[in-house]
């Protein structure tokens, strides 16, 4: 078993849509946790970045963390067609320590 | 501000050739990564400096793999003999310890895309 799944998609939605992405993990340890947003080739850029279990939220963007369940969420609200990449999560076990992705997710947001 | 530059952008050369890529982190940071990323395994890590020492080079594939960083503002990444196999996307990332040994996010660049043929 993977550490970090992701259901690579593709994920096809309406302009405006609420988009719902998320990965499970099997290690119990992982304590920061992140979403990237990658274009065609470039690189993944940070969207949400927290810290154990919790809610944060940024704009149109909210990441959900329980880590009880090993369940974290990137939520996309009013989806542009500006979101449409792949969306990757990440996670580390300590401080400036190394990333474990998953797969990523990829999303098209159709006008 | 600069993010992360990385060199070449693209680069397509034969097996068994020697292959270097270059990463410029951002100033002032302390940790340096290399990752790879391919359709099948998705994005990996190879190895990761802090304070320009190798702290964990696990992730390094073969001996064939060697990375170094002579100062803070410049890392390589080099492959001799390349393989068919080793084509990939290789991001280089770095990142800043924050106070209280906080963890703070790494920055991408946006990678070299390596063609081994």
């Known amino acids: 078993q993977k550490e970090v799944e992701q259901d690579p998609g593709p994920l096809s939605v309406p302009e405006g849509a609420i988009v719902s992405l998320n990965c499970t993990y099997s290690n119990s340890a992982f304590q920061y946790f992140m979403w990237y947003r990658q274009y065609s080739r470039k690189g993944p850029e940070l969207l949400m970045y927290?810290?154990?279990?919790g809610n944060k939220e940024d704009g149109r963007f909210t990441a959900q963390v329980d880590k009880s369940s090993k369940y974290i969420s990137l939520f996309i609200r009013d989806s542009q067609p500006s979101d449409s990449a792949t969306y990757l999560c990440a996670m580390s076990f300590a401080g400036n320590t190394p990333l474990v992705f998953g797969k990523g997710t990829r999303l098209s947001v159709i006008a | 501000d600069a993010g992360v530059i990385q060199s070449p952008r693209h680069e397509v050369t034969e097996m068994g050739q020697e292959v270097t890529l270059r990463c410029k982190p951002i100033s002032g940071h302390d940790y340096l990564f290399w990752y790879r990323q391919t359709m099948m395994r998705g994005l990996e890590l190879l190895i990761y400096f802090n304070n320009n020492v190798p702290i964990d080079d696990s992730g390094m594939p073969e001996d064939r793999f060697s990375a170094k960083m002579p100062n803070a503002s410049f890392s390589t990444l080099k492959i001799q003999p390349s393989e068919p196999r080793d084509s990939a996307v290789y991001f280089c990332?770095?990142?800043?310890?924050?106070?209280?040994?906080?963890?703070?996010?790494?920055?991408f660049g946006d990678g070299t895309r390596l063609s081994i043929l």
């Open positions: 990332a770095s990142s800043l310890r924050g106070p209280n040994l906080s963890n703070q996010p790494q920055h």
């Open positions: 927290t810290y154990s279990s």
